[in-house]
């Protein structure tokens, strides 16, 4: 069964959105974990396997179901056929199936447990188990479920060892009743070198909400389609009301997380290293993407002046991966998703304290994609150039005049702090763009104007 598994996941994996090795060859697949959850037909096991690339070694978890007979439904989500127990059976990613993602909701309802997998309840919660899951389709490095309009269920594709930030952040702030987190319900884990490690959280589903980049694209649409010389702020659907109170939201889970965790500082000699490290990245990313050579000495001047800082720099718990894509606008406030950080960093760098500022940079940039994303393959693009730009500067001035009247800081050498952050950020843009969107490197590529 094992080996015939093996074979079959190493032709299939390759295929997933969420693996993270695409473009290189598998050297190897192995099945570090095989546990049954659910018996008969259909079965239900749960795989942590173990893909080496060259010197790369990434875990992954699969859920995968197995029956005689596979429904057309479930077609395309074949992984292939394999023999168990002296009969061919059908092998599939078992997220799709409602038939068997109910015993998720199950287990983590009755705090059960299956040899090393773990499922728990947050203290508290009802858990209604009796709902039907369906997939989403829009994340990339995890695989979320919806059951009925009540709970969000996410499954890390890609684990490490540890307890993921998400989880941690999302009980503490739920636990101190911060109105900007979706409440937790539950969560499943099980134990890699000796660490407890988070596998899948469930939450609160925010059905009425609206997406924040979905908002903002919105409002950038209205503006484009107004008369050349009206105002952004006469445009349909301003968004700047809004960026003013997600600006405040943001300051409140600052202050929430500089409440429940560990804080601390920076001193200049770390700020030094720290900036070290940005000039470093700055000199491949112009090695690598030419076009940024021209631009290089605004962001080497930046990352000087902050160099040169002599103060220290207050640190703290971070969302860490911050943008309009983590942020929903429910009927009262803004809600912030997805506390786990960079998915492809390690946990100890994703929990680490950092600089509330590092949130704020990524905000400031996802306003600048916003304004400009549209503008890519536009017949009018440069003559909509000077109505992103107006749009983009409204709106990250209206989110920072929030953050500051929410209590965030912003003063004196903050700022230096701050744009050295942004520009950091762009230039990690602007290598992801060249590789992935060639047509969306102008986007980064402006914040250094």
């Not at 080496?52 to 057309?72: A, F, M, N, S, W």
């Not at 969302?319 to 309009?324: A, I, S, T, V």
Request: aromatic content about 8%; overall charge negative; charged content about 25%.
């Amino acid at each position: 069964m094992t080996t015939s598994l093996q074979g079959l996941l190493a032709g299939w994996i390759t295929g997933q959105r969420w693996f993270a090795g695409k473009g290189r060859a598998i050297d190897d697949l192995s099945i570090e974990s095989e546990i049954e959850i659910v018996a008969g037909d259909p079965a239900l096991l749960h795989l942590i396997v173990c893909v080496r690339q060259e010197e790369r070694r990434t875990r992954y978890q699969i859920p995968v179901g197995l029956r005689e007979h596979l429904p057309d439904r479930l077609e395309h989500v074949r992984i292939g056929s394999c023999r168990r127990d002296g009969r061919e059976v059908g092998v599939y990613d078992a997220l799709h199936d409602s038939a068997l993602t109910g015993h998720l909701l199950e287990g983590m309802s009755g705090d059960r447990r299956f040899d090393g997998l773990g499922f728990h309840r947050v203290h508290g919660a009802v858990i209604d188990t009796s709902l039907r899951s369906l997939v989403l389709t829009a994340e990339q490095s995890n695989t979320s479920l919806v059951y009925g309009d009540k709970y969000i269920f996410k499954l890390f594709r890609q684990i490490n060892p540890g307890i993921n930030p998400e989880l941690e952040i999302i009980t503490a702030l739920s636990d101190a009743g911060s109105a900007h987190v979706a409440k937790p319900y539950g969560w499943i884990e099980t134990e890699l070198q000796g660490e407890p490690t988070t596998l899948a959280i469930a939450q609160e589903y925010l059905q009425n909400a609206n997406e924040g980049w979905s908002m903002a694209l919105t409002s950038v649409r209205d503006l484009y389609a107004c008369p050349e010389d009206m105002p952004a702020e006469d445009a349909g659907g301003d968004f700047a009301g809004e960026a003013r109170r997600l600006g405040l939201a943001t300051a409140q889970v600052h202050r929430e997380l500089a409440r429940a965790f560990p804080t601390g500082t920076i001193e200049p000699p770390e700020i030094k290293r720290m900036t070290e490290r940005f000039r470093r990245r700055l000199d491949r990313a112009v090695a690598e993407v030419p076009p940024l050579g021209e631009h290089a000495a605004v962001a080497a001047e930046a990352f000087d002046r902050l160099s040169d800082l002599g103060d220290e720099i207050p640190v703290q718990r971070v969302h860490g991966d911050y943008h309009l894509g983590q942020v929903m606008r429910t009927m009262t406030d803004w809600v912030v998703l997805d506390f786990e950080g960079e998915p492809g960093q390690p946990l100890a760098e994703r929990r680490a304290l950092d600089s509330a500022l590092r949130d704020v940079a990524g905000m400031l940039r996802s306003f600048d994609y916003a304004a400009r994303h549209l503008l890519a393959g536009h017949p009018n693009a440069d003559g909509l150039e000077r109505r992103a730009r107006e749009w983009s500067e409204r709106n990250r001035a209206a989110f920072l005049a929030g953050y500051s009247e929410g209590g965030g800081r912003i003063r004196g050498n903050d700022a230096v702090l701050l744009r050295a952050l942004e520009l950091s950020k762009a230039v990690y843009e602007v290598v992801y763009e060249a590789r992935n969107r060639p047509s969306w490197l102008p986007i980064p590529l402006a914040a250094f104007r």
